[in-house]
């Protein structure tokens, strides 16, 4: 049974990096056809998608957060990470990592990781 | 952006009654939409895609309908577990969500 995981710092400081990992276990990173996204929800709001990455390192963004998002591949290790940059207080959310199979829907998920953005 | 606008935002429903639920594109999705399930603490869970297909190990309770702009998750029977919230997601231009409606006892 495919399962994810995010990990990474809960706070972060306005101005900086926010850097999380989502590890894969339970099959591969590298079938054809997956690509791996990540989606955030910021407290009592909805979901809003940040973007996806295929294994071979293609990826695709949301346009609004497309100048501050990279999203890259670790295949060795059944991997993926977000960092988004220069983080204001609008970017604290929980952060989910899900499966994107052929860029179509979400399923399934991690669990979550708040993060909070916080002098 | 597609925006997408589910209604009523709660629905106040008992065991065994029926659910239904609306999400609304701002222009049409085609078929290109799908529900997800949120429990409190959890993250969410794929229900039906592409309108009309309930995922692997979905309950027969669950069924989608619609296309275009107007879209429809049914509960036929509310089961104590159902009451969660609902989002909708559609994959036509880019990937959005619907605020979500949440299905109260």
């Known amino acids: 049974q495919l399962q994810l995981q995010e990990s990474g710092p809960g706070l972060v400081k306005p101005s900086e990096t926010l850097s999380l990992t989502c590890t894969v276990s339970g099959g591969s990173i590298s079938r054809s056809g997956y690509y791996w996204g990540w989606i955030r929800q910021p407290p009592r709001r909805g979901l809003e998608w940040i973007g996806s990455i295929h294994y071979s390192g293609s990826t695709s963004f949301n346009p609004s957060l497309k100048s501050r998002v990279t999203i890259s591949v670790d295949t060795s290790k059944n991997q993926f990470s977000l960092n988004l940059s220069s983080v204001i207080a609008a970017d604290t959310a929980v952060y989910y990592c899900?499966?994107?199979?052929?860029?179509?829907?979400?399923?399934?998920w991690g669990q979550g990781t708040l993060v909070t953005v916080s002098s | 952006e597609i925006v997408l606008t589910q209604s009523p935002a709660t629905l106040s429903l008992s065991p065994g009654e029926r659910a239904t639920l609306s999400c609304r594109a701002s222009q049409s999705v085609s078929s290109y939409l799908a529900w997800y399930q949120q429990k409190p603490g959890q993250a969410p869970r794929l229900l039906i895609y592409d309108a009309s297909n309930r995922a692997t190990g979905i309950p027969a309770r669950f069924s989608g309908s619609g296309s275009g702009t107007d879209f429809t998750l049914t509960i036929s029977s509310l089961e104590p577990e159902d009451f969660a919230v609902y989002y909708c997601q559609q994959r036509s231009d880019w990937y959005t969500f619907g605020q979500g409606t949440k299905l109260e006892i």
């Open positions: 899900a499966r994107h199979e052929n860029l179509r829907y979400f399923d399934p």
